[in-house]
């Protein structure tokens, strides 16, 4: 099971640290990834593939990947210790607001077919 936490209320140039913290000890063998969804929209957050790819890191930290859109911005990293991926968001912006997703994988870079999601996280920017 995976949870996200630290979204919130930011205004913009902002920052905001996400976590995702699994209950499972194998959490730490897997790639995490972070994705989102823009709220206001008419579909339903179900479809995993509709969700925009963020950021990714491998099981042990070495390799990281960011859609250019984060990159420069948004920092992935995680503590195994705690079973924990954390995305540090700097700069925030308007375009920024959605609903955060972590998911879980095997392998890398995760798949967005993975079984293992959380239910995400609300990141809202003020202009």
């Known amino acids: 099971q995976l949870v996200e936490s630290g979204g919130g209320l930011v205004q913009t140039g902002g920052s905001l640290r996400l976590s995702c913290t699994a209950s499972?000890?194998?959490?730490?063998?897997?790639?995490v990834g972070w994705f989102r969804q823009a709220t206001g929209k008419e579909r339903e957050f179900g479809a995993a593939?509709?969700?925009?790819?963020?950021?990714?890191?491998?099981?042990?930290?070495?390799?990281?990947y960011y859609d250019p859109s984060a990159k420069g911005r948004f920092t992935i990293s995680r503590d195994n210790a705690k079973n924990t991926v954390y995305l540090q968001m700097n700069s925030l912006e308007p375009d920024d607001t959605a609903v955060y997703f972590c998911n879980a994988d095997p392998g890398y870079p995760p798949s967005r077919m993975t079984q293992y999601w959380g239910k995400g996280t609300l990141v809202t920017v003020s202009s």
């Open positions: 499972e000890g194998t959490f730490k063998t897997y790639a």
């Open positions: 593939q509709e969700r925009e790819f963020v950021a990714a890191i491998d099981w042990n930290g070495r390799m990281t």
